[in-house]
């Protein structure tokens, strides 16, 4: 059964008390949790559309938004105080709005010998040097 309105309401003010930590979160409304379960749980929630939204206004609604984000960062451009902190800060507000997608990686294993494996070569060289003109 998906989450009511008001149900991720909650969620969102209570992952902005608990310093964006879902994980406390939801050990703090499912005590009885085992632990490996914890982060699913956590993955879930953040992961779901209408919680995103939600968390989206709720953050709005505590003065940080698009314009914000940008004042801080052309702010970390010029010092060097709690840098670190501040970036990690811009980059998970960034991550919540959408502004990215996260980083992919694929793994590929071929099984090929002699012939096939020059002409495989080949054939990505060829691919790259593409990629590298566009």
């Not at 793994?107 to 003109?133: A, D, F, M, P, Y």
Request: hydrophobic share 35%; glycine share 2%; net charge positive.
């Amino acid at each position: 059964m998906p989450r009511t309105r008001v149900k991720n309401k909650v969620l969102a003010k209570q992952y902005i008390a608990e310093d964006m930590n879902m994980s406390a979160v939801v050990r703090e409304n499912k005590p009885h949790i085992k632990p490996g379960s914890v982060r699913v749980a956590a993955s879930r929630i953040l992961n779901n559309k209408e919680f995103k939204k939600t968390l989206i206004e709720e953050l709005e609604l505590k003065g940080l938004n698009d314009e914000k984000v940008a004042e801080i960062h052309r702010r970390n451009l010029t010092q060097e105080d709690n840098l670190t902190a501040s970036n990690t800060a811009i980059d998970m507000y960034n991550k919540v709005k959408g502004n990215y997608a996260p980083q992919r990686s694929e793994n590929i294993t071929l099984n090929l010998t002699g012939k096939e494996l020059q002409e495989h070569k080949k054939n990505l060289l060829e691919e790259l040097k593409e990629v590298s003109n566009a």
